[in-house]
């Protein structure tokens, strides 16, 4: 059965940093692109950054590029998603996902999500 288990997220003041990881089993983790997307209140489902199968490429929303930085330990069957000079819009449920093929592709599906971690950013 395949698991996705996010933790990390909290209460932050805007600018401060906050790392997410994402803990994966039930399936051969090294072999498929991860991605994290978000939902802010009332709002749908965001793309965020999909990391490849081996970790070599990466692609990003351009609300986060600069600021975000996906990452993952395929030893450790772990994705991360580091957040820098976070802002108030980027306060939002952030959920992992396991894409259905190996590569940074943005646009290919999905075939599993994780439950989500709250990310509040809020002076």
Known sequence: E??????????????ESLRLSCAASGFV?????????????GKGLEWVATISSKGGSTSYADAVKGRFTISRDNAEKTLYLQMRSL????TAVYYCEKKLDSTANRYSSYSHRGQG??????S
Not at 2 to 15: D, M
Not at 29 to 41: D, E, G, K, N
Not at 87 to 90: L, R, S, V, Y
Not at 117 to 122: F, L, W, Y
């Open 2 to 15: 395949v698991q996705l288990v996010e933790s990390g997220g909290g209460l932050v003041q805007p600018g």
């Open 29 to 41: 983790f090294s072999s498929y692109a991860m991605s994290w997307v978000r939902q802010a209140p």
């Open 87 to 90: 802002k108030p819009e980027d």
């Open 117 to 122: 971690t709250q990310v509040t950013v809020s």
